[in-house]
């Protein structure tokens, strides 16, 4: 009885994820928007100083492909969830997903694998760019924690991701999305270090959850600013936040709809 319950919802998911990730993929706007801008970002940030080491001997080409890293996790999952959510609304693919025998649970978990392996495939070629073209070397170790962190780290941005889809229209989301995740980019310290940033932005750093995500990886480097217990208790209560905001912007829109 469990195997013919399970077995069927099982083979949903990996079609429906299949089908998430061929649609994604043929999308230019978020395909290589998605898997190019960090490198280009670390191009033109991280190259030019990839081969110095900062003064605790930690190397800076590393830091900053953790840094990116951290920004491209983040920008697959804020952008994908917020503005693919928003564009099917637009479309009114929820209201189909309704009608068909499909669990809600399922297509939501679809989004999630489709987001950790567009996730997966963005780190690698990021680290790969870094390591070829930047001469940046750590050990496998090392590079595996980093990936690892940062995609069992992502919860809070996902759950952004779907709050920003349920708040906003096909319009407006890739505007809203631009608002939260770039400022929050910047102000932890992704793009450029936060000894460099004005000292009310270090003051503030402290209290985004950006920070605390990127400490994921910068401390696999020996290079975080907390424990690692510190930053998940805060990437908890982010993802508290942005779940229940999420949740009260679907069931705002159930209500609407399907009242």
């Known amino acids: 009885m469990t195997s013919q319950a399970v077995a069927p919802v099982l083979k949903m998911l990996l079609a429906q994820t299949r089908s998430e990730l061929l649609m994604r993929w043929r999308v230019p ?22 081969h110095l080491r900062r003064g605790d001997g930690v190397s800076i080409g590393a830091y900053l492909l953790a840094s990116f890293g951290a ?13 693919g959510v928003a564009n099917e609304r ?15 649970l399922v297509f ?39 990936i690892t962190r940062l995609l069992a780290g992502s919860l809070p941005f996902i ?37 460099q940033l004005p000292a009310f932005i270090q003051n503030l ?4 959850p950006n920070y605390h995500y990127a400490q994921l990886a910068w401390s696999a480097l020996g290079a ?3 424990s690692l217990g510190e930053s998940l208790l805060w990437l908890a209560a982010y993802t508290a936040l942005f779940l229940t905001l999420a949740v009260r912007s679907y069931r705002r829109e159930e209500r609407a709809k399907f009242a």
């Open 205 to 208: 750093a402290p209290y985004l």
């Open 90 to 104: 637009g479309m009114k693919i929820d209201r189909l997903m309704r009608a068909s025998p499909l669990p809600p």
């Open 159 to 195: 759950a952004l991701g779907f709050a920003i889809g349920y708040w906003s229209g096909p319009n407006a989301a890739p505007a809203l999305a631009n608002l939260i995740y770039l400022p929050l980019s910047f102000a932890s310290g992704l793009f450029v270090p936060l000894n």
């Open 71 to 83: 920004y491209a996790v983040g920008n697959v999952m804020v952008y994908g969830f917020g503005i």
């Open 224 to 226: 975080g600013r907390e």
């Open 29 to 50: 706007a978020f395909s290589v928007t998605n898997l190019v801008l960090p490198i280009v970002f670390f191009t033109f940030f991280g190259l030019p100083v990839a």
């Open 108 to 146: 939501m978990l679809a989004k999630v694998l489709t987001a950790l392996v567009f996730s997966l495939v963005a780190l690698v070629l990021l680290i790969a760019f870094g390591i070829v073209v930047g001469g940046i070397h750590e050990t496998p170790a090392v590079w595996a924690t980093i």
